[in-house]
């Protein structure tokens, strides 16, 4: 027992000498320590020893703690790491849906989305193959220029569309005598009804009479008319009331009067701010013809400047998007429709059907590519050109699950003309919602049957039927069908539903005009 403690003492010692750091080499070997004595040292020196001694054993201490510190901690992870390890080799399995499951709640299909496009593009590419090796090239720029005219030294669709400046001016004229008082207020809207019936009538009646009009120029000249139609409408509806409340004796016009849900915008202290009767010049009122708009305000909306690059590049898209719609017409659809025709007049049902389907996908793109040219392109080009701030011409018709949505949508001009001058006045005088919407529909069906029909010059009501028959449309995609499935339905009446009516005036004009050839 001695034995160990006495050979436990130098070890004692010695771990302590170890400890000490500096002190080891003092330690060994000697005079100094057999003597007991400390060596004499410099002040410098001792003190640079004493901070290495005292960082050493700092050092040490560190290392001493965390090993002891780490050692307690790896154990647990190394066991968790181990048992987990072993879990995954025993079960392999945890409870899931698939991916295509809707409780899944898996909603990136991209990749699905690309395909789709892949597919669609193969698809018609095999199908302007087929047309290609089957009709060869059809494009002829000449061609277009005769769907305009007949004669090249008459153009009577031109001429017909500058007499509309008799009307336009008749109406502003018409203004000027009620805001000055000269003619009672019952006189000035006896005025404007002439005036706007004559705008529908006189149109029509050139088109049907003169032999050298041509079935594009008289759409042509009738769409004009028709806008205008329906901005004048508008004009002397605005200036009416802007006339009421003067009368109520109102110390100044704001637009707010005139059109309460637009708000100042940006850009307008730059053009004047007009109140009425001010606002009934010639200039106000082309700016109103021109403008991109079927409302008409005092004070419109205006962008501060004309961004000259944005301007080019609408441009460009207008004239390309024109070719491309023009060829796909003479290369794609005139074959089609021109093979439709023989198994309508043999009434055989299966081919019927498979010219309709065969026509659907050329009309329904050349569709898509007119409303981006029209809403899009041109409609920007105009509104940039004339510093006009409203650029909302439409909104995500793509995305309706009902009819409703869908007509409210596409067309914004239409429909705030509609919702403005129509729907809500009759909504002020009593009449129910759906009896409205039924009125605004109506009005709708009249005017794309005076588009077609007058043109063409025959009376066959199918495109009122079809604008009609939305009415009983919305109600069972509204009642019965929602979400994707009420989107579906309106795709199908858009993809469908417009070769249907392509075919039967096409058919009509066919027999009428040319007999039974084709």
């Given amino acids: 027992m001695s034995d160990r403690a006495e050979m436990r003492g130098p070890v004692n010692r010695r771990r302590r000498t170890t400890i000490s750091g500096g002190a080891l080499k003092q330690a060994n070997g000697s005079k100094w320590h057999d003597s007991g ?40 992870r190394k066991q968790r790491n181990v048992v987990e390890d072993f879990n995954e080799r025993l079960s392999c399995h945890v409870l899931q849906e698939s991916l295509l499951s809707s409780a899944s709640g898996y909603s990136n299909y991209r990749g699905i989305l690309n395909w789709c496009v892949v597919m669609l593009v193969l698809s018609n590419a095999r199908l302007f193959l087929e047309n290609i090796i089957k009709y060869g090239i059809l494009v002829d720029p000449i061609q277009v220029v005769s769907l305009f ?82 901005k004048l409408y508008s004009y002397q509806d605005t200036n009416r009331w802007c006339r009421e409340i003067r009368q109520a004796k109102a110390k100044r016009l704001t637009r707010s009067y005139s059109c309460p849900s637009v708000a100042q915008s940006n850009g307008s202290a730059i053009h004047s701010h007009v109140s009425y009767p001010g606002n009934l010049t010639h200039r106000d009122m082309y700016y109103f013809v021109f403008a991109p708009t079927l409302c008409y305000q ?45 198994p309508f007049q043999e009434m055989d049902f299966s081919r019927m059907v498979e010219r309709l389907l065969k026509l659907a996908v050329p009309n329904h793109l050349i569709w898509l590519i007119f409303f981006y040219w029209f809403f899009h392109s041109s409609m920007n080009f105009v509104a940039e050109l004339m510093q006009f701030g409203d650029r909302e011409f439409y909104k995500d018709w793509w995305n309706s699950e009902t009819v409703t949505y869908f007509w409210s949508n596409w067309n914004i001009p239409v429909h705030k003309w509609c919702l403005r001058h129509f729907y809500k006045p009759m909504l002020r005088r009593g009449v129910n919602k759906f009896l409205a919407q039924t009125a605004v529909f109506l009005v709708s069906a009249f005017f794309h049957e005076y588009l077609v029909s007058v043109p063409l010059k025959m009376f066959r009501l199918w495109a009122f039927m079809g604008m009609m028959a939305q009415v009983p449309l919305a109600w069972f995609v509204g009642r019965f069908l929602n979400g994707n499935y009420g989107n579906a339905a309106v795709w199908m009446s858009l993809i469908i539903g417009q070769p249907v009516a392509v075919l039967m005036y096409v058919h009509d004009y066919y027999v009428t005009h040319y007999g039974s050839t084709t």
């Avoid at 901070?51 to 901690?73: I, L, M």
């Avoid at 006896?190 to 079935?215: G, K, R, W």
């Avoid at 004070?299 to 898209?317: A, D, V």
């Fill in 37 to 76: 004595e400390k060596p004499p040292q410099c002040p410098a020196k001792a003190k640079t020893d004493e901070e290495s001694r005292h960082a050493s054993n700092n050092g040490k201490v560190d290392r001493e703690t965390s090993g002891q510190q780490q050692q307690p901690t790896n154990s647990p």
């Fill in 149 to 230: 005219l007949k004669d090249p030294y008459s153009w009577p669709a031109a001429c017909l569309i500058i007499v509309s400046n008799v009307f336009i001016l008749a109406a502003l004229y018409t203004e000027r005598r009620l805001a000055v008082g000269t003619i009672s207020q019952t006189t000035g809207a006896i005025l404007h009804i002439f005036n706007l019936t004559s705008l529908l009538i006189f149109p029509s009646a050139t088109v049907l009479t003169l032999t050298s009009m041509t079935p594009v120029g008289g759409v042509l000249s009738l769409g004009v008319y028709t806008v205008l139609f329906l």
């Fill in 298 to 342: 005092l004070n419109f909306p205006r962008s501060p400047r004309i961004r000259k690059r944005f301007l080019m590049r609408r441009l460009f898209e207008m004239l390309f998007f024109m070719q491309l719609l023009v060829g796909l017409i003479q290369q794609w659809m005139v074959p089609t429709i021109q093979n439709s025709m023989k």
